[in-house]
């Protein structure tokens, strides 16, 4: 018998995991290239819009019909319709400072309180995510501290220059603007991890008199500011960002 071994195989496990990787690499870096583009080197086109033609489409089946029907149900779907959606602004604005003013206390009050025979220990956000990275979850910590503190921050933050931008009629990086409301949309649902968390270890952790997971008041703060967050983008409409421009060509 030979004392020669077979090569050994990659394990499956681990190309798919570098496949995964190198596929989010890859989308990365395609995100990056698109928000820095330069509208400049890259003229917008000249094409007529629903605006300038006098149609409106559905906001729930897109469908397009004539600006005379503003305000009536849509012929197919029978949502009512309109040419931007009603006080986008005012609602989008009120959202948004209901959540900046809840993420304070988001931050500060114990999302979760751990009640066992040895005391009674509170939780914040922040101090898990320093419990993690002392315990050696530096991984994890970094998931938490990015999902549940910069995460929704990123998102208000943007929607705050979104609607400023829009305010001051600004045709400055029209599309890298539009693409950034896309990315609140995208990353939106990914901010109530820590919420997912506390519902999970409360739901499994109860043994009776030795130890007890109740959420605290951060929790429903910080999941209010989720929410809140969630609406203000859906209150807001991003083809307000395009009217200015519709404004300055009709005025050209």
């Not at 025979?117 to 509170?122: A, D, H, N, P």
């Not at 409360?202 to 130890?211: E, I, Q």
């Given at each position: 018998m030979s004392d020669t071994q077979p090569p050994r195989r990659p394990v499956p496990r681990?190309?798919?995991?570098?496949?995964?990787?190198?596929r989010s690499r890859k989308f990365a870096n395609s995100v990056v290239q698109e928000i820095t583009d330069d509208d400049e080197r890259t003229p917008l086109p000249q094409v007529p819009t629903a605006t300038r033609l006098g149609l409106v489409s559905c906001h729930a089946c897109d469908l397009v019909s004539p600006r005379s029907l503003e305000g009536q149900p849509c012929p197919r779907c029978g949502a009512t319709l309109h040419h931007r959606k009603p006080d986008s602004l005012a609602r989008?604005?009120?959202f948004?400072?209901?959540?900046y003013m809840l993420y304070i206390p988001a931050n500060l009050l114990p999302v979760m309180v751990t009640q066992s025979?040895?005391?009674?220990?509170?939780?914040t956000i922040l101090s898990g995510v320093i419990y993690l990275w002392l315990s050696g979850s530096?991984?994890?910590?970094?998931?938490v501290l990015i999902a549940s503190i910069i995460v929704p921050l990123l998102k208000m933050v943007i929607l705050t220059l979104l609607l400023v931008s829009v305010h001051m009629r600004s045709t400055w990086r029209l599309r890298q603007r539009t693409?950034?409301?896309?990315?609140v949309e995208v990353i939106g649902r990914w901010s109530m991890l820590d919420i997912f968390v506390v519902a999970l270890l409360?739901?499994?952790?109860?043994?009776?008199?030795?130890?007890t997971i109740i959420p605290g008041g951060g929790a429903l703060a910080f999941a209010s500011v989720v929410v809140l967050t969630m609406l203000a983008s859906l209150s807001f409409d991003p083809r307000l960002l395009w009217d200015s421009l519709e404004q300055q060509d009709a005025r050209d």
């Open positions: 681990l190309a798919g995991a570098r496949e995964q990787l190198q989008t604005w009120a948004l400072l209901s959540a025979i040895l005391g009674t220990q509170q939780d530096r991984l994890l910590a970094g998931i693409k950034l409301y896309g990315l409360a739901s499994l952790v109860r043994a009776g008199a030795l130890a």
